[in-house]
């Protein structure tokens, strides 16, 4: 595990379905909605699972207008539209000469896949 990902999502109309956020406020984290999937399977509830195990895997900045707590409780970490570029640069100067970078416009509709990488200079 490793990495960061800034994450731009406005989400002007919250974060999804009403199950998403039932599973975010009432887990602690993907180990307990794992668990209560295995029970019961939700639809939005697979959602907020692999959104939690991102946020554990990575250090993943969410800029947008959602609530910031909320934004934690998707082991997100929240960052104002004013604060972007300065996170960005200092994640870039945490990962120095070596970092990649990919930008993935319309990544809802996007699948990535790493043939290798190319440099940016």
């Known amino acids: 595990p490793g990495g960061s990902i800034l994450f731009y999502a406005e989400c002007p109309s919250g974060a999804g379905?009403?199950?998403?956020e039932d599973y975010v406020w009432r887990y602690r984290d993907e180990f307990e909605m794992?668990?209560?999937l295995q029970r019961e399977f939700v639809v939005g509830g697979h959602k907020a699972y692999w959104v939690a195990r991102l946020g554990r895997k990575y250090q993943v900045h969410l800029v947008s207008g959602l609530d910031g707590e909320f934004v934690r409780r998707c082991h997100f970490q929240s960052?104002?539209?004013e604060r972007h570029?300065?996170?960005l640069e200092s994640l870039l100067q945490e990962t120095g000469q070596d970092a990649r970078v990919a930008v993935i416009p319309y990544s809802g509709f996007t699948l990535p896949v790493q043939h290798e990488f190319a440099e940016v200079t």
């Open 17 to 20: 379905i009403q199950s998403f």
């Open 85 to 87: 570029e300065a996170v």
């Open 34 to 36: 794992q668990a209560a």
């Open 79 to 81: 960052v104002s539209p």
